[in-house]
């Protein structure tokens, strides 16, 4: 993203969060093309990497950084106008560091708390997408305090609702971490064992067999638009971590061949499920296309992967919207949210 950015107009910081939670500013920006070059870069790393460390705090004010010296025998402020949280996962995409920006009261770039906690958890989402007419595999939730109390009851609880094959997923993750695809009930204990090593919720669904994997990108505040589809051709089974970063065998066509009835139903449904958590700025909807010609609504990213090879991106780029381009419309939308946030009364008085 660095790279892209117009430096006539912008200014960029680059912040790292450590795997502590120490944020510091980084010696230089990041060089990673894609998400498998972050992660090959982490496995080479033999240690935190240099930077001055930074805090935010959670309180209004001129200086959105906090920078501490080495022997923290000073601090400096720094301002910034916009923050771009390039984040997944627990942490990141949930909600928390959003929470953390309102509290500072800073523009960012993305959805809100709301609608990053509802996204995130694909319990909560398919609730929402469900009351919303959109249609969504069968689940069922299982508590990890369930589940280690009595696993016969569990397990048939299950088999008694849904048709096999299912998926098991831990509630709250990304990145397909955690994820099973369980064929026969004999496979469940392991299943759900592994995801709720990830999260003490797991989401088991219903698969739909043979689908294909269809993405639409969002993006927009009030009048939000849906990009042209793309279809994800895994390489494995399902597109799990592997498929996603490590194996380089996936590919993606975009725009997918679809009828063109189909293609705008994507975009519709993108778009209400959208407004079903209340997202602002960005996200990627996922879809399952059964043979049949019918949709099911999988799970909404509300801070999809975000380099130039990126699904998101290059949705958009077939779209009509260029890398750089797509970035000033993400920091314009985050300068009006927080522009309509501040115009908001908040006390009587």
């Given at each position: 993203?660095?790279?892209?950015?117009?430096?006539?107009?912008?200014?960029?910081?680059?912040?790292?969060?450590?795997?502590?939670?120490?944020?510091?500013?980084?010696?230089?920006?990041?060089?990673?093309?894609?998400?498998?070059?972050?992660?090959?870069?982490?496995?080479?790393?033999?240690?935190?990497?240099?930077?001055?460390?930074?805090?935010?705090?959670?309180?209004?004010?001129?200086?959105?950084l906090l920078?501490?010296?080495?022997?923290?025998?000073?601090?400096?402020?720094?301002?910034?106008?916009?923050?771009?949280?390039?984040?997944?996962?627990?942490?990141?995409?949930?909600?928390?560091?959003?929470?953390?920006?309102?509290?500072?009261?800073?523009?960012?770039?993305?959805?809100?708390?709301?609608?990053?906690?509802?996204?995130?958890?694909?319990?909560?989402?398919?609730?929402?997408?469900?009351?919303?007419?959109?249609?969504?595999?069968?689940?069922?939730?299982?508590?990890?305090?369930?589940?280690?109390?009595?696993?016969?009851?569990?397990?048939?609880?299950?088999?008694?609702?849904?048709?096999?094959?299912?998926?098991?997923?831990?509630?709250?993750?990304?990145?397909?971490?955690?994820?099973?695809?369980?064929?026969?009930?004999?496979?469940?204990?392991?299943?759900?064992?592994?995801?709720?090593?990830?999260?003490?919720?797991?989401?088991?669904?219903?698969?739909?067999?043979?689908?294909?994997?269809?993405?639409?990108?969002?993006?927009?505040?009030?009048?939000?638009?849906?990009?042209?589809?793309?279809?994800?051709?895994?390489?494995?089974?399902?597109?799990?971590?592997?498929?996603?970063?490590?194996?380089?065998?996936?590919?993606?066509?975009?725009?997918?061949?679809?009828?063109?009835?189909?293609?705008?139903?994507?975009?519709?449904?993108?778009?209400?499920?959208?407004?079903a958590i209340?997202?602002?700025?960005?996200?990627?909807?996922?879809?399952?296309?059964?043979?049949s010609g019918?949709?099911?609504?999988?799970?909404?990213?509300?801070?999809?992967?975000?380099?130039?090879?990126?699904?998101?991106?290059?949705?958009?780029?077939?779209?009509?919207?260029?890398?750089?381009?797509?970035?000033?419309?993400?920091?314009?939308?985050?300068?009006?949210?927080?522009?309509?946030?501040?115009?908001?009364?908040?006390?009587?008085?």
């Amino acid at each position: 993203m660095f790279a892209n950015l117009d430096r006539t107009r912008y200014e960029p910081v680059a912040i790292r969060i450590e795997k502590d939670g120490r944020w510091v500013l980084a010696d230089r920006p990041p060089t990673a093309a894609s998400a498998a070059d972050v992660i090959s870069q982490m496995r080479e790393a033999d240690g935190p990497a240099g930077g001055r460390e930074v805090l935010m705090p959670a309180c209004p004010g001129d200086d959105t950084l906090l920078l501490v010296n080495p022997d923290r025998s000073a601090i400096t402020g720094l301002g910034l106008d916009v923050i771009f949280p390039v984040l997944h996962g627990p942490y990141g995409e949930d909600g928390t560091v959003q929470g953390l920006l309102d509290l500072a009261n800073v523009a960012y770039v993305g959805c809100g708390v709301l609608a990053s906690a509802a996204g995130m958890d694909k319990d909560v989402a398919k609730t929402l997408f469900q009351a919303r007419g959109l249609r969504v595999a069968p689940w069922v939730v299982v508590r990890a305090a369930q589940w280690l109390a009595d696993r016969d009851v569990v397990a048939r609880r299950i088999n008694d609702t849904l048709t096999y094959p299912v998926f098991v997923k831990p509630a709250n993750l990304g990145s397909s971490l955690g994820i099973s695809k369980v064929h026969t009930p004999d496979g469940l204990g392991a299943a759900i064992d592994l995801a709720a090593g990830f999260d003490p919720k797991v989401v088991v669904e219903t698969g739909v067999t043979g689908a294909r994997e269809i993405e639409c990108g969002v993006l927009g505040n009030d009048a939000p638009e849906a990009s042209v589809p793309g279809e994800i051709v895994p390489s494995g089974e399902f597109y799990d971590f592997d498929a996603k970063y490590l194996s380089g065998a996936s590919r993606e066509v975009i725009p997918a061949a679809l009828p063109r009835e189909i293609a705008d139903e994507v975009r519709r449904q993108s778009l209400v499920a959208f407004d079903a958590i209340d997202g602002t700025g960005l996200a990627r909807v996922d879809f399952l296309l059964a043979a049949s010609g019918e949709l099911c609504l999988n799970e909404i990213n509300t801070m999809p992967g975000f380099t130039t090879i990126s699904m998101y991106a290059k949705l958009w780029a077939a779209s009509g919207v260029t890398y750089p381009a797509l970035i000033d419309r993400l920091v314009a939308l985050a300068l009006e949210r927080h522009l309509s946030q501040q115009q908001r009364r908040i006390s009587a008085f």
